[in-house]
């Protein structure tokens, strides 16, 4: 299962009412099959600008994040149940970022004009087996050489 992360941005309320709309995203979490990695709490903050959801406009929010696995067909099932509480202004699930593999790259190969770089000359290499690289025009003269040429 993939790590997302969600942050959420609740209404500013008390303890009590954060720690039922948090409960109520872990069940959701939860009857989906998922795992949670860990909650976060960062704090009260001004938003950006203001806000309005389910008929009011918000310009402080509590911030929160999930850090959760769970099956990717699910995760479409988490964002609506938390978009149906009302306590919650804003919600969205993001792929958590994973380190590339083993990428090798040196500072002299990127130093190099690009047509004698080797991943260059390995995608002209793949362009020179395509299919419209290969074919030539045919004259359809029925001569055995171009005519207009000399």
């Not at 995203?25 to 909650?39: L, P, Q, Y």
């Not at 938003?47 to 769970?70: E, G």
């Not at 919650?88 to 990428?103: A, E, M």
């Not at 190099?112 to 390995?122: A, D, E, G």
Request: hydrophobic residues 30%.
């Amino acid at each position: 299962m993939p790590t997302y992360e969600m942050p959420l941005l609740l209404r500013l309320a008390n303890k009590t009412e954060y720690v039922t709309v948090l409960k109520d995203v872990a069940k959701s979490i939860f009857e989906t099959g998922g795992i949670i990695r860990k909650i976060e709490n960062w704090g009260v903050k001004e938003l950006p600008c203001k806000t309005s959801a389910h008929n009011n406009i918000h310009t402080q929010a509590s911030h929160f994040m999930f850090s959760f696995d769970s099956p990717p067909s699910q995760v479409i099932k988490i964002h609506e149940d938390c978009r149906r509480n009302r306590s919650i202004i804003r919600v969205q699930i993001y792929l958590q970022n994973i380190p590339p593999k083993n990428i090798k790259c040196t500072f002299e190969e990127e130093m190099l004009p690009p047509p004698y770089r080797p991943s260059v000359q390995k995608l002209l290499e793949q362009a020179k087996k395509h299919k419209r690289y290969q074919t030539k025009f045919k004259y359809n003269s029925g001569l055995d050489y171009y005519p207009f040429m000399r």
